[in-house]
């Protein structure tokens, strides 16, 4: 008896995507994930225009010229990578044995030295309660404050779009194909946001941790940066991960805990600035209960600090070994020159983003003037940035080693070893990235409005928003303009023009 065929549809109200039989084409259901009514109903691939000369469904699938080889683990690697994984476990379970002396110590104290209460007279029973209240005090300030980060909420973070395959059939036939080529689980949703990255991960974290419901995010800046040779490099990199099932397993314990030790020592909530506000007493007695709570407090960020060091130590060779078996998926599939291309470009673009976001707090911070599409905005810094300065970052990002508490080796190392395997490649499309999106100006400005309210937490409502024009448009622009005149003056920053008539300057 055959198997039967299925087909791919996304939720028309969620996104999220369905697999179902063909039979079942045209057939209204209730979505699984929102318990919405959508249809199944498969995109004609064949007839999506092409976003850029060349790029068509049939371009993008004939380029991949076979299939990349699996990069072989050793068995020595992945009982390494599981004691490192039953490592990383221990020490919240050593964190919550602290926790748990720490509250012995205060009722042990609490029940065991109520005699002072009842030694002294007059001031004397006062300075002994004072004893005997201070370090109860002190003990459940500081095993609240243990207690606090099991329960430290994530910071809030932009929600990323959900696309539907129907409006990006080109997207989601080039990331098909990848997968196929990569020998990789095909994403259940594919996500954008407005990051300068591309990540693959459990889509419902430890919930998904034993199937492969993995959703692929993709930042926005990224795919405006690269072409279709070095995104796909970048995308085989993050789905090279999950094809070493159990070894990325254990790398997201890993990760997970280093994350969680890193967010619980460096964040700061209501409760820790309250704590120190209440430290600026008057009062001498109260000042001195809350100064050695205080303390209290800060040995058991030390404490804390301490855990999360040795877990990131301990991890950190593992998770480099991770980093450049996925490496070497990139090289096998976009070769080794586009490989090298792609560290040179990130590394000069990271330098760039920083640059993007200054301009931006000076543009905010002048008259809350903010560019409506971040991605746009952001390339026209990457366009203006000097040649020279451009070679110069190019030339020196390979000086610096490889550290012993990094998870990635350095950009010299991870380039001398794609230069070492000389990878041809099987993929060879140049075209650009965002060609694969039907209209990328749309939801480049819709993670940009996100972007700004969740992640960089900029009030939109007070915002003035201001049309990003391209380079090219801006310097036409300016050579067609008469000369500035008193009415009216412009200015471009990175791309981005204002306009300021002379009455508001004054």
């Known amino acids: 008896m055959s198997n039967p065929a299925f087909a791919k549809c996304a939720c028309q109200s969620c996104g999220v995507h369905l697999e179902y039989p063909v039979e079942a084409e045209g057939a209204h259901i209730t979505c699984p994930q929102c318990s919405q009514q959508t249809q199944l109903v498969q995109p004609a691939l064949s007839d999506v225009p092409a976003a850029a000369p060349g790029v068509t469904v049939d371009a993008i699938t004939g380029a991949f010229a076979g299939a990349v080889p699996?990069?072989?683990?050793?068995?020595?690697?992945?009982?390494?990578?599981?004691?490192?994984?039953?490592?990383?476990?221990?020490?919240?379970?050593?964190?919550?044995?602290?926790?748990?002396?720490?509250?012995?110590?205060?009722?042990?104290?609490?029940?065991?030295?109520?005699?002072?209460?009842?030694?002294?007279?007059?001031?004397?029973?006062?300075?002994?309660?004072?004893?005997?209240?201070?370090?109860?005090?002190?003990?459940?300030?500081?095993?609240?404050?243990?207690?606090?980060?099991?329960?430290?909420?994530?910071?809030?973070?932009?929600?990323?779009?959900?696309?539907?395959?129907?409006?990006?059939?080109?997207?989601?036939?080039?990331?098909?194909?990848?997968?196929?080529?990569?020998?990789?689980?095909?994403?259940?949703?594919?996500?954008?946001?407005?990051?300068?990255?591309?990540?693959?991960?459990?889509?419902?974290?430890?919930?998904?941790f034993l199937g492969n419901d993995l959703?692929?995010?993709?930042?926005?800046?990224?795919?405006?940066?690269?072409?279709?040779?070095?995104?796909?490099?970048?995308?085989?990199?993050?789905?090279?991960?999950?094809?070493?099932?159990?070894?990325?397993?254990?790398?997201?314990?890993?990760?997970?805990?280093?994350?969680?030790?890193?967010?619980?020592?460096?964040?700061?909530?209501?409760?820790?600035?309250?704590?120190?506000?209440?430290a600026q007493t008057d009062d001498w007695r109260l000042a001195v209960m809350i100064g050695i709570a205080r303390l209290g407090v800060w040995f058991s960020r030390q404490l804390l600090r301490l855990l999360m060091l040795v877990g990131h130590g301990i991890g950190c060779f593992m998770l480099r070994q991770m980093e450049y078996d996925a490496d070497t998926y990139e090289i096998k599939l976009a070769g080794s020159e586009a490989f090298e291309s792609t560290m040179r470009r990130i590394h000069v673009l990271g330098v760039t983003l920083e640059r993007a976001y200054k301009d931006l707090r000076s543009t905010w911070n002048l008259g809350k003037r903010i560019p409506d599409d971040f991605p746009a905005y952001f390339m026209n810094h990457a366009a203006a940035m000097p040649e020279t300065e451009r070679t110069r970052l190019e030339d020196t990002m390979g000086l610096e080693a490889s550290g012993l508490l990094v998870t990635h080796r350095s950009n010299g190392d991870r380039i001398r070893k794609a230069r070492q395997a000389g990878e041809p490649g099987i993929f060879h499309l140049d075209a650009p990235a965002k060609a694969l999106f039907s209209s990328f100006d749309v939801p480049a400005r819709q993670v940009t409005l996100l972007h700004y309210q969740d992640d960089l937490g900029l009030p939109l409502e007070m915002a003035i928003l201001v049309p990003v024009e391209s380079e090219s448009k801006a310097a036409q622009a300016a050579d067609s303009q008469p000369p500035e005149s008193l009415s009216h003056r412009s200015s471009t920053v990175g791309g981005l023009k204002l306009k300021r008539s002379a009455a508001s300057e004054s």
């Not at 004397?124 to 099991?150: E, N, Q, R």
């Not at 080039?174 to 407005?194: E, K, M, N, S, Y």
């Not at 993050?238 to 990325?248: A, I, K, P, S, W």
């Open 215 to 278: 959703v692929l995010t993709i930042g926005l800046p990224l795919a405006a940066s690269l072409n279709l040779r070095e995104f796909a490099g970048v995308l085989a990199h993050e789905f090279g991960h999950f094809t070493q099932g159990f070894g990325m397993r254990l790398t997201y314990v890993i990760r997970t805990v280093n994350g969680w030790f890193a967010r619980v020592v460096f964040e700061r909530d209501g409760w820790d600035v309250m704590l120190e506000e209440a």
């Open 70 to 208: 699996a990069t072989r683990v050793s068995f020595l690697y992945q009982i390494g990578l599981l004691i490192v994984a039953l490592a990383m476990v221990t020490l919240p379970v050593i964190y919550l044995a602290l926790i748990g002396a720490a509250g012995w110590v205060v009722y042990y104290w609490a029940t065991h030295f109520t005699f002072l209460l009842s030694a002294g007279r007059g001031r004397g029973w006062i300075v002994m309660l004072l004893v005997y209240l201070t370090p109860l005090f002190a003990g459940l300030v500081l095993v609240f404050f243990m207690v606090k980060p099991l329960f430290a909420r994530r910071a809030s973070q932009a929600q990323p779009l959900a696309l539907n395959p129907g409006a990006e059939p080109l997207l989601f036939a080039f990331v098909t194909r990848l997968c196929q080529a990569i020998g990789a689980p095909f994403p259940t949703r594919i996500d954008i946001d407005c990051q300068m990255n591309a990540s693959a991960s459990f889509r419902r974290g430890m919930f998904s």
